[in-house]
Every structure is written in C-alpha cells, then in structure tokens.
Nanobody
C-alpha cells in the first residue's frame, strides 16, 4: 500500500518561505510523476508543480519563479520549496504520486500566509 506523508506546513508571513516535504513509502522510483497540489477554502484543488521520473518539472503560472519542486530518491522524498509567499498561497497542500494510471494522495499539510 502506498503512503504519502506531507509535512512542513505552517503559518508564515507574506514574503516568507517554507519547504514542504512528502515522504513516500517504498521506492520513489516506482512513480512516473510526483506532484504538489493545493486546495484553498471554497476552491477546487489545483496543480502547483510536478516532477517526472526523468526530472522534468512543470509549474502553475501562479507559482513560477517562486516555487521549486525537487526529489531525493535516496530519501524517497519530494520537496516543494516556496518563497515570496503571498496570502493567496494559503491552502492545504497535497502530494500526489502517479504510477501509470493510478494516483495516490497524501492527507495534506496546511500552509497559512498572513498579510
């Protein structure tokens, strides 16, 4: 059974930084794509960033230049480094792992950015 555990969320002031972590049970290399998504109150879940097994990355326009997704296969962990945070970045951030046609989700970590 695949388990994804997010951590690193919290309360930060606008302009600050956070690094989110997603620990994956078993080998990270099993998954074709790893991604970070977020869901703000009253809004749909949206893509933040993805990274493929080949290391290709993709970012939502709203976070380009402010976020970096990376992975450490030795630690089976995916990271999302966020900087220049804005109040509109407030959301629950979820990690997703994709292996062929199957998606696996973590339970999320809350990021709150105060103005």
């Amino acid at each position: 059974q695949v388990q994804l555990v997010e951590s690193g969320g919290g309360l930060v002031q606008a302009g600050g930084s956070l690094r989110l972590s997603c620990a994956v049970s078993g080998s990270l290399s099993r998954f074709n794509v790893m991604g970070w998504y977020r869901q703000a109150p009253g809004k749909q879940r949206e893509l933040v960033a993805t990274i493929t097994s080949g290391g290709n990355t993709n970012y939502a326009d709203s976070v380009k230049g402010r976020c970096t997704i990376s992975r450490d296969t030795g630690k089976n962990t995916v990271y999302l480094q966020m900087s220049s945070l804005k109040p509109e970045d407030t959301a629950v951030y979820y990690c997703k792992a994709t292996r062929f046609a199957s998606d696996y989700w973590g339970k999320g970590t809350l990021v709150t950015v105060s103005s």
